[in-house]
């Protein structure tokens, strides 16, 4: 079978040149598959739909690189779902082992791929948003959604206007 591995950020240009016969998928969502629940993030990306003006939204990293101009977690991300959802969004951020007890301030939770992490730890994280009522999705699954692209929690591929 083939099949193309893009980063999630480049999502949308993938997306037009690769033919819709090719499964599309991304390193973020293989890794969701691996580690995370790709069932629970596709939920969570769904919530975007749900936001509300003044909303939290809590993008946590696993890891704690240097962060660079246009950061993917600080920057992109929050102008995507700002852009998606068309609401004025409040943001925070957490990174390493830093993640909050108390989920229940936040609307959503978009969490990084986890790479950096156990499977152990990014399953924890899960479970906390799970037992808290608060959505969780990580960077792939939420980036797919905000450029129109649906991920299956089955396959790991997205679905993209087109595909057979």
């Known amino acids: 079978m083939k099949f193309v591995i893009t980063d999630s950020q480049a999502f949308k240009a993938v997306a037009a040149v690769v033919p819709p016969e090719i ?13 995370g629940d790709l069932a629970a993030y596709c939920a969570g990306a ?19 690189h240097h962060r660079q101009c246009n950061d993917i977690g600080t920057v992109k991300l929050p102008k995507w779902i700002m ?15 830093s993640f909050p007890e108390d989920l229940s301030p936040y609307a959503l939770v978009v969490h990084c791929g986890g790479c950096m992490l156990t499977r152990r730890a990014v399953q ?7 037992a808290a009522g608060v959505p969780i999705t990580n960077y792939g699954v939420c980036i797919a959604a ?4 649906t991920a299956s929690p089955d396959t790991c591929m997205v679905a993209r206007a087109g595909a057979t």
């Open 23 to 35: 499964p599309l998928t991304s390193f973020s969502i293989v890794f969701a598959r691996a580690k």
């Open 146 to 149: 905000c450029n129109g692209i």
């Open 124 to 130: 924890a994280r899960i479970a906390r948003c799970r």
């Open 46 to 64: 769904a919530a975007l739909a749900t936001l509300k003006d003044g909303d939290r939204v809590l993008i946590s990293e696993g890891c704690t």
């Open 83 to 97: 852009a998606k959802t068309g609401k004025k969004l409040t943001f925070e951020w957490t990174s390493g082992n």
